[in-house]
């Protein structure tokens, strides 16, 4: 699993060049990794839990996942729904993310949050949450207005 970047490690968003020749700063992450990032619907469902809290423990993350996808409380989620959901985040979205910037993951604590370009993204997924699948945003939403309440 990839660790927190290296501050002192020239990324490849350095040399990055947009269509039209100009360089692109190197917070800026090009359009088709953002969209990429949140091409699965369980990363775009990892990334809305960055909208409603900045660090998550991967079985927290998993039980509220499993819970979203299953259309049930966290209280219903199965020891097995939740392991499933957690290898997943681990070996195949979890790292996605970490290559993106998305988010950083301390593996001695298996904690997630938000890296240098979740804002980014989460503005993406904002701005086309609903047209990618309106049920998933109305899950995350419905959920971040009922804790405020």
Not at 30 to 40: F, R, S, T, V, W
């Amino acid at each position: 699993m990839a660790g927190e970047p290296d501050p002192n490690e020239k990324t490849r968003f350095d040399t990055s060049t947009s269509p039209d020749g100009r360089s692109l700063p190197s917070d800026v992450l090009e359009i088709d990794p953002a969209y990429e990032a949140l091409g699965h619907p369980r990363r775009r469902y990892l990334c809305y839990t960055l909208l409603e809290d900045t660090e998550w423990s991967l079985t927290e993350l998993a039980t509220k996942i499993a819970a979203w996808e299953n259309d049930i409380p966290e209280n219903e989620v199965s020891d097995r729904k939740r392991e499933a959901v957690s290898v997943s985040l681990y070996h195949a979205h979890i790292p996605k993310l970490v290559d993106e910037g998305v988010v950083a993951f301390d593996d001695a604590r298996e904690t997630i949050r938000p890296a240098e370009h979740a804002e980014q993204v989460l503005t993406a997924l904002e701005g086309i949450g609903a047209s990618l699948d309106a049920n998933q945003e109305a899950h995350a939403r419905s959920e971040m207005h009922d804790q405020r309440n």
